[in-house]
């Protein structure tokens, strides 16, 4: 017996599994038998009593689960941090334990009451004595942790749990004497396990399988060389004496029943302080504010959950839901993360959101100058669609040309600064890149749920359309296009060759004649199959009246190509009447300005397609500057380049007849964007009935 270790135990009389606060009491209310549980704690107590001294305190009827000591508080020294149960059911124990550690003579400090922390049973001491490994997920609060790293003075490392059925550190996490570790990587995220590895060289790392971490291998009472526990498999059994421990088995099954086992029944009450230690806490929390339709936009929940997912913690200090319903609403946060690479990850998305940093709180952006043509620095603020101001020198600056995926580029002539949003190889020595987040903020517009259902666009509220809620969308975005094109606005089409193949290349062609379409976005392919039909009768060697296919038809779209490079061009083709109609045809003849970006699977290629992939990108942001709408119609690879390049604000409209691509395309986080699932060419020819019908009696019918 070691005289120097203490450890503190309740015995099991008012002991059951009464409810249900975890996933290892499911199903087992009331089923443990309280003669066998008695029986084995006592066998547990005698094992503990045999390497060290063993204190009691008083079990108290109504606390079945003040047996399990570990949760009484966190001991280091002579002081200890009482818990602050997270359930109900067990905060009764609270004064209980708080009582036995003043009598005993410990400094007892309390968290404050809305701040959950379980005791050892979310914080193990390394047991070299050298940092606190404190859990964090399910039952204790992150923000507990630097409390307990400055009442302690000692160093403490985060780690989140994740899987449910280890809701506790103490059931998948074991320090063991000589920096040896026994543990369950799979119950931590991967933030987490990279602590860990980087914290416990791998020859000390002992991992656990699932078949023992579920027989609660890990919730071990280590004293010296020894370890106590549940049950243990023979592998690891052999590995844990391979390195000189000596494993004692002692069943605890009725106390699984509650989700605890050796480790949960004990608390050791002798840590002795290492002097060097000194506290440190990683952990870094900072304030966010959100304001808008947060409820009905959804928004704050989407912000609960990326801070959780992201691995960090939250606290609303301030949730004002504004007075009526169309007031907007006001969230304060509090952002709790254990490292602050972390909180950057976190707080880059919250901002992509909307959130923004409290005035008070709010720093210039911070900038790095570009050293290299067309390379930005390392850690560059990566742009999203959404309208952006950076802080430089205590002003907001408005971005220009906002897009995805860009960097936001600072320049400053004669005091006048410019922020401007830049694809990477655009960037230039002389210029400045925004890095990190401080001083960015983004503008969501969240609209109340009134203003959506008012919408053009309101069916975007219940997602992406069935086939059945097609021809409502096809009046919807009639009457929409209507309205820009009598208020001189700009619709810019982005189209595959799947328009012509479904027959679609006459509807096409009509609403550019009749001036729907501003601009036209596309390959190679939509020109070559339009001009195929148009000189041919045929697409893809299909013929277009009869739906079979010609004989010799699969060269007809290389020979189509061919006639056109004869004649230099498209609008060539035109001027020397080869080519008298369709969708290009219409574009040359009223003057809406196209461009065909090239692909590797492009045959010929036309001599209008823009080979350079990035004059084409070029050219096509040109095009889309000062659009109201953009049309995507059936092609996966221009819809998504020019959905990338195109700034919130602009309605978007998508169709295909694939889900996931109109999911993908439509799912922009903003109202003005919607998917309408179903075949190219009936949308067309839907779309020219209803605008016929809203224009009647001046109803045009294009050459084709
Ligand atoms: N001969 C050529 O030169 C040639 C031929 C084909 C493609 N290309 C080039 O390859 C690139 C990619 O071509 P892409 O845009 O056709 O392919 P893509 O795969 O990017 O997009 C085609 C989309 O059409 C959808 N679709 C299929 N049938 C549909 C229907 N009936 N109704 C609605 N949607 C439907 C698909 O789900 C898909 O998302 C382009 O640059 C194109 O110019 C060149």
């Given amino acids: 017996m070691t005289d120097s270790i203490r450890f503190l135990l309740c015995a099991p009389d008012h002991y059951n599994v009464d409810y249900v606060i975890n996933p290892w009491m499911e199903g087992n209310i009331h089923k443990s038998s309280s003669d066998r549980s008695v029986e084995q704690w006592y066998k547990l107590h005698k094992i503990i009593k045999e390497h060290a001294i063993v204190d009691l305190v ?125 543990y369950y990587p799979p119950a931590f995220d991967s933030y987490s396990n990279r602590l860990i590895e980087m914290r416990v060289p791998s020859e000390k790392r002992i991992l656990v399988a699932e078949a023992d971490a579920v027989n609660f291998a890990c919730n071990a009472v280590n004293i010296n060389k020894t370890i106590i526990m549940n049950k243990v498999s023979d592998d690891l059994k052999l590995g844990l004496t391979t390195v000189g421990f000596l494993v004692i088995e002692t069943p605890l099954s009725e106390f699984l029943k509650a989700g605890g086992a050796a480790k949960c029944l004990t608390l050791r009450v002798t840590e002795p302080i290492i002097p060097d230690n000194k506290a440190k806490v990683l952990v870094e929390s900072r304030t966010i504010r959100m304001e808008g339709h947060l409820l009905d936009a959804g928004l704050i929940n989407q912000a609960l959950d990326l801070i959780v997912e992201g691995g960090g913690s939250f606290k609303v200090l301030n949730f004002n839901l504004g007075e009526q319903r169309q007031s907007t609403s006001l969230a304060e946060v509090k952002v709790s993360t254990p490292s602050h690479e972390v909180m950057e990850e976190i707080m880059s998305q919250l901002i ?94 969240t609209e109340s749920r009134e203003k959506r259902n008012q919408e053009e666009f309101s069916f975007m509220s219940a997602g992406v359309s069935s086939e059945r809620r097609v021809e409502l969308v096809v009046e919807q975005v009639a009457w929409e296009l209507r309205q820009i094109h009598d208020r001189g606005g700009k619709v810019v089409v982005t189209a595959g060759p799947v328009v012509i193949h479904t027959g679609g290349s006459k509807h096409l062609a009509s609403l550019i004649h009749q001036g729907y379409v501003q601009a036209l976005l596309g390959g190679n392919a939509i020109a070559v199959h339009d001009i195929e039909q148009s000189l041919m009768g045929t697409s893809l060697g299909v013929d277009m009246t009869q739906g079979v296919a010609v004989h010799g038809g699969h060269r007809h779209h290389l ?42 699977r492009d045959d010929g290629p036309l001599p209008d397609t823009q080979m350079d992939l990035i004059k084409a990108q070029e050219e096509y942001a040109e095009l889309l500057k000062g659009a109201d709408m953009v049309l995507m ?8 380049g020019v959905g990338n390049m195109t700034p919130s604000g602009v309605k978007m409209v998508c169709v295909d007849i694939n889900p996931a691509v109109v999911t993908k395309l439509s799912d922009r986080g903003s109202v003005e964007s919607i998917g309408v699932v179903t075949d190219v060419g009936l949308f067309l020819s839907l779309l020219i ?7 009647r009696p001046y109803s045009f019918v294009a050459k084709v």
């Avoid at 009827?61 to 002081?79: E, Q, R, S």
């Avoid at 009935?689 to 224009?695: A, C, G, H, V």
Wanted: charged fraction near 25%.
């Fill in 633 to 640: 119609l059936s092609t996966m690879l221009h819809s998504i």
């Fill in 352 to 445: 992509d959101i909307g959130a923004v940093i409290p005035t008070e709180d709010v720093q210039d952006a911070k900038l790095e100058p570009i050293k290299q043509n067309g390379v930005a620095p390392d850690d560059f603020y990566v742009t999203t669609i959404y309208p952006t101001e950076v802080r430089i020198k205590g002003q907001w600056i408005r971005v220009q040309n906002q897009r995805m995926d860009g960097a936001i580029a600072i320049t400053e002539v004669d005091g006048y600064i410019q922020a401007k949003c830049k694809v990477i190889r655009d960037l230039q020595i002389g210029e400045q890149a925004i890095i990190d987040i401080a001083g960015i903020r983004t503008i969501r517009k």
């Fill in 58 to 182: 008083t079990p108290q009827k109504g606390w079945p689960d003040m047996v399990f000591t570990a949760n009484a508080g966190l001991v280091l020294a002579n002081t200890v941090v009482l818990s602050r149960f997270f359930h109900k059911e067990r905060q009764g124990e609270e004064p209980h334990f708080k009582e036995w550690f003043l009598n005993q003579g410990f400094i007892v400090h309390e968290l404050p009451k809305d701040l959950p922390f379980e005791g050892a049973g979310d914080a193990l001491l390394d047991r070299e004595g050298r940092y606190l490994w404190a859990g964090y997920g399910f039952r204790s609060e992150l923000d507990s942790h630097p409390l307990l790293a400055k009442w302690l003075d000692i160093e403490v490392l985060s780690l989140r749990l994740i899987d449910e059925r280890f809701y506790h550190l103490d059931t998948c996490f074991c320090p063991l004497t000589g920096g040896y570790l026994l």
């Fill in 689 to 695: 009935t209803q605008l016929e019908q809203l224009t």
């Fill in 559 to 600: 020979k189509t190509i061919n006639i056109i490079r004869r004649c230099g061009s498209i609008a060539k083709a035109v001027e020397n009447d080869v080519l008298t109609n369709g969708v290009m045809y219409e574009c040359v003849k009223n003057n809406v300005p196209f461009v065909l970006a090239g692909s590797i």
